[in-house]
């Protein structure tokens, strides 16, 4: 890849911050095409098969993060994420799901590019870093790759959204999540009640059982996965 002149697709449902990174990538002498919404992201991706994505984590439709998790399962596209959410598990829970790098807004576009470009060459020179296919945890085990579990040699029988559940708190041990986040990182959206992360955790600690992983409850925030005996 001639990372001195790449296309690169730029999504964002802010259209002033869409021209000003088209025209700071475009003075650098990349082509740049652009996305307004999740679904047009996801055409254009195909259609067109862009070097790189910069991409907005709050968009309308298929958000960024679930974006990312599609792209992530399909190939091997670099991403950089644009995020205005200045909490640390939400730049953690992109570059887990295999974001290459993020940029918080408001941002400097000149850095913006620095970051682009440095994500294009490690892409050109086969460097890039890819999210762990198995997990380990005291005797759990997470396949990402076969969506299976098991604690020792016992198969845990997990129905989608459990395993989800199960595979988000793993890459995050000992890390309290609100109910939100597991909402938005694992539905993808805010819109379900807390009573539905209360229902999956509550059949994964029946899952869990007689293993030394657990999910613990932590007051006035949520929940987080804690291994060894209590």
Same mark, same amino acid.
Do not use: C
């Given at each position: ?21 088209? @025209? ?9 095409? *652009? !996305?307004?919404? $999740?679904?047009?992201? =996801?055409? %254009? ?12 984590v709050m968009m309308p439709g298929p958000d960024g993060l679930q974006i990312l998790r599609s792209l992530r399962r399909r ?5 950089v994420l644009l995020t205005a959410r200045s909490s640390d598990i939400d730049k953690i829970a992109g570059l887990r799901f ?19 470009e440095a994500v294009l060459r490690r892409s050109s020179n086969g460097t890039r870093v890819v999210e762990q296919e198995v997990?380990? @945890? ?9 969506? *299976? !579990?098991?604690? $020792?040699?016992?198969? =845990?029988? %997990? ?72």
């Amino acid at each position: 890849m001639d990372t001195s002149s790449s296309l690169i697709l730029v999504a964002d449902d802010d259209v002033h911050i869409v021209d000003l990174v088209r @025209l700071y990538l475009e003075r650098a002498g990349h082509e740049v095409i *652009t !996305a307004y919404d $999740g679904e047009q992201t =996801l055409a %254009l991706v195909n259609e067109r098969k862009p070097d790189l994505l910069v991409l907005d984590v709050m968009m309308p439709g298929p958000d960024g993060l679930q974006i990312l998790r599609s792209l992530r399962r399909r190939g091997d596209i670099p991403i950089v994420l644009l995020t205005a959410r200045s909490s640390d598990i939400d730049k953690i829970a992109g570059l887990r799901f295999g974001a290459d790098d993020y940029v918080t807004k408001p941002f400097n576009p000149d850095e913006l590019l620095a970051r682009v470009e440095a994500v294009l060459r490690r892409s050109s020179n086969g460097t890039r870093v890819v999210e762990q296919e198995v997990l380990s @945890l005291d005797g759990l085990e997470i396949d990402l790759a076969g969506r *299976t !579990a098991s604690v $020792g040699k016992r198969v =845990l029988e %997990l129905t989608p959204k459990e395993f989800d559940v199960l595979a988000l708190f793993a890459r995050f041990p000992g890390v309290a999540l609100d109910r939100g986040q597991i909402l938005d990182m694992v539905w993808g959206t805010s819109f379900y009640a807390n009573r539905t992360v209360d229902v999956h955790v509550g059949r994964l600690r029946e899952r869990l059982k007689g293993s030394s992983v657990r999910i613990e409850t932590v007051w006035g925030t949520g929940y987080r996965l804690s291994v060894g005996r209590a």
